[in-house]
């Protein structure tokens, strides 16, 4: 029994000791892992104003941005547990890599922090020098997984959309710089998921609701977009709507058609341009509208000639030239005044 006992204590402890020695070397390998933080060097010069160093500071947090997802790679829980799998445990491994992008962390941040403060150490327009130095360090820790997304991923779409979603209601100075200085690139991605949302035929509300707040986003961080921008997302968001309506078997076509109204689908804001208000009816006329054909031509322009200025009654003036012996000729035939179709983003 004696003979046992002892046996066990002896398995028990060569146990510990081999988990120690595992335990010990996946210390030892994260312990022994190095970053380089080669953040760019302050200018040295002394600011008055914090907008003078602007570019400075968004320079320092992008590089900063990378260093944290530096540091995130070279502690990857994934590769050590699938390295150590067999000796130690997965929390046990999740806990040291943790340990140490902590410490790496700290190291980015404080090296941050110093460049930041001697750049803005002599600012005369900020009333708390250590609480914006912090922040410019949050936004930095708050945007760089993003960040990583958009640096790496397959599909940049998703990752410049998931990034709009997520911080246009925020407010990371970092974020909306980034936005700002790529806005070609954060338009151009809204419009192709919206046109991607707009083809579906299933989960449509969830598209509409995809659509409605990216195109809300474009409007809180850039106040709208360009008209060739905005004209093909309204005309998509339109018709993913009307393809919801058309989905429900309660709705006629005619209720159809007065709800997309109701959207602006058949009334969009006239644009800008100076071109004659639309109107409900034709405006009479003393003499019948000579038509050479059918219908009259919708272009732009329905004669070479100059088109005459528009009088303040519809009634033609005489001109001091004589007047023929034949009736006067009637007026011009007013051109039929096609519909732009321009939408706004508010």
């Not at 809204?190 to 409605?212: F, G, H, S, T």
Request: charged letters at 30%.
């Amino acid at each position: 029994m004696k003979t046992w006992k002892a046996c066990l204590i002896c398995f028990g402890m060569l146990f510990m000791l081999c988990g120690c020695g595992s335990n010990s070397d996946i210390k030892a390998e994260l312990d022994s892992v190095e970053l380089e933080l080669d953040l760019p060097e302050p200018s040295g010069r002394s600011a008055r104003r914090l907008d003078e160093v602007d570019d400075d500071v968004y320079e320092q947090q992008i590089a900063a941005c990378e260093l944290y997802i530096e540091a995130y790679e070279l502690t990857n829980t994934v590769d050590f547990t699938e390295k150590y799998k067999d000796d130690v445990k997965k929390d046990r491994v999740a806990y040291y890599c943790n340990e140490r992008r902590k410490e790496l962390q700290l190291d980015i941040a404080t090296k941050l922090q110093d460049n930041i403060y001697s750049m803005v150490r002599a600012v005369e327009d900020c009333e708390n020098i250590s609480a914006y130095i912090t922040r410019v360090n949050y936004d930095v820790v708050n945007f760089y997984d993003y960040y990583s997304e958009y640096l790496n991923s397959n599909d940049e779409t998703d990752a410049l959309c998931t990034i709009l979603k997520v911080f246009y209601e925020k407010t990371n100075v970092l974020v909306f710089r980034f936005m700002a200085e790529h806005e070609e690139e954060f338009v151009r991605a809204a419009l192709v998921r919206i046109e991607e949302n707009a083809r579906q035929n299933e989960n449509l509300n969830m598209y509409i609701a995809e659509n409605n707040e990216l195109t809300k986003a474009l409007n809180e961080v850039y106040g709208g977009v360009s008209e060739d921008y905005a004209v093909p997302i309204s005309e998509a968001n339109i018709r993913l709507a009307r393809k919801l309506l058309e989905s429900d078997s309660e709705l006629a076509e005619e209720d159809i058609d007065i709800l997309m109204q109701q959207l602006g689908e058949p009334t969009p804001e006239p644009s800008e341009s100076p071109t004659p208000e639309p109107t409900e009816t034709p405006e009479p006329t003393s003499t019948p509208r000579p038509t050479p054909t059918p219908r009259p031509t919708p272009t732009p322009r329905p004669t070479p000639t100059p088109r005459p200025e528009p009088t303040p009654t519809p009634r033609p003036q005489p001109t001091p030239e004589p007047v023929e012996t034949e009736p006067p000729a009637p007026a011009e035939p007013e051109p039929t005044v096609q519909e732009s179709y321009y939408f706004e983003l508010d």
